[in-house]
């Protein structure tokens, strides 16, 4: 049993949003004292909400932080302390995931700026869950020794989200006794996609940096790599000019128009925005047949994230005439689950449907126990 006598600062930073929270680490349960959400918020003032949220909720009971890190590459492949050696190899990679790794990094100099340089600060890292990955799904066809060289392979992100989903739905289904094939969809400003068996990741849609895979707010998923070539001659694009095509104008908010908010696609009319959401709803629809495949079928498909927690409409769109792979869904029950946990599948459905809001700051907490008893 452990129980930690401290609080526990939480920070958790995506690409559109910042989630703070205190926990207290009592009989291996975390339990959550206070937390705020900033969505959107302004990188520029994160040291601002980071230090307002901090002295609201005494800093003095604070003897941990932990912050999700969203690549931990190669070797970061574990939760641990951040000591010099673990920063330089997270400012590392912040090229290959630049919408997150500098405001993580941020925030670990915010911290031990008004916690102090004593306070034990812990890395959880986004791309653990998917280390063990099969070769066949981490390896993209390149030269072998440019792959060695680079350390190039498909790394995956929100492993701590399907993590937590796959244990959440053990939980709920104890008959399954840690095994099955479940889908995982975390859709929020990124989204990806993890097929899993018996808590093994098999695939998972973004590759090795946050770019790959479905389409998101402001990235563009899978793209043809001679595509980018192409816009590179024709359009005299840099790295940089690249980099922002990509992560910032792209997506949604590229097809639209207008805006990288699915809240204000759906509430709007015009062509572009539905385009926009059709193109959404196919991607996913698309990886969710390419992990039938790659699973032999399912037993489960779970929404999570923003989008998948919130959209009702994105949820029918995307499983729409499915009951071909066993996929039922059970419309009222679909209306009905709006950001709390619940079965959107019929009872007659072969495959069950979840809508789970999983706490993502309590499994990093539950992770990274065993560096703070």
Not at 145 to 156: E, Q, S, T, V
Not at 218 to 225: H, I, L, S
Request: proline share 4%; aromatic share 8%.
């Amino acid at each position: 049993m452990n129980t930690h006598s401290g609080q526990l600062l939480v920070i958790n930073a995506g690409s559109s949003s910042l989630k703070l929270a205190v926990y207290e680490y009592i009989s291996d349960h975390p339990a959550v004292l206070h937390d705020a959400v900033y969505s959107p918020f302004d990188i520029s003032h994160a040291g601002d909400y980071l230090q307002d949220f901090i002295s609201a909720h005494g800093r003095e009971h604070i003897t941990t932080a932990i912050h999700r890190v969203v690549h931990g590459g190669k070797q970061l492949v574990q939760p641990c302390i951040i000591d010099t050696v673990v920063e330089n190899e997270i400012e590392r990679l912040a090229a290959l995931a630049p919408l997150h790794i500098p405001i993580a990094l941020r925030l670990i100099r915010y911290c031990r700026e008004y916690l102090g340089s004593n306070l034990p600060q812990i890395a959880v890292f986004d791309t653990a869950f998917f280390a063990h990955l099969p070769v066949v799904a981490s390896t993209y066809a390149l030269p072998r020794d440019l792959l060695a060289r680079h350390d190039i392979r498909r790394y995956g992100f929100h492993g701590i989200a399907h993590q937590a989903m796959w244990q959440r739905w053990c939980e709920l289904n104890p008959g399954y006794h840690g095994t099955g094939r479940v889908i995982t969809l975390q859709l929020g400003g990124g989204s990806s996609m993890a097929a899993i068996r018996d808590g093994a990741p098999l695939d998972t849609s973004m590759g090795f940096s946050p770019l790959g895979g479905l389409v998101m707010s402001t990235r563009p998923g899978d793209v043809d790599p001679g595509l980018l070539i192409y816009l590179q001659e024709q359009e005299g694009l840099g790295p940089r000019q690249l980099d922002q095509l990509l992560n910032t104008q792209s997506g949604l908010l590229g097809l639209s128009g207008f805006t990288a908010d699915m809240r204000e696609l759906l509430a709007g009319s015009s062509p572009a925005a539905q385009l926009a959401i059709d193109i959404y709803c196919y991607q996913i629809r698309k990886y969710i047949g390419a992990y039938l495949a790659v699973l032999g079928g399912a037993d489960a498909v779970i929404f999570s994230g923003g989008i998948g927690l919130h959209a009702a409409s994105i949820r029918r769109r995307i499983l729409k005439d499915m009951s071909w792979c066993g996929v039922n869904l059970h419309e009222a029950a679909n209306e009905m689950a709006i950001d709390r946990e619940h079965c959107i599948s019929t009872e007659d459905s072969q495959v069950a449907v979840w809508v789970m809001n999983v706490d993502e700051a309590a499994a990093m907490v539950r992770s990274g126990a065993h560096l703070f008893r």
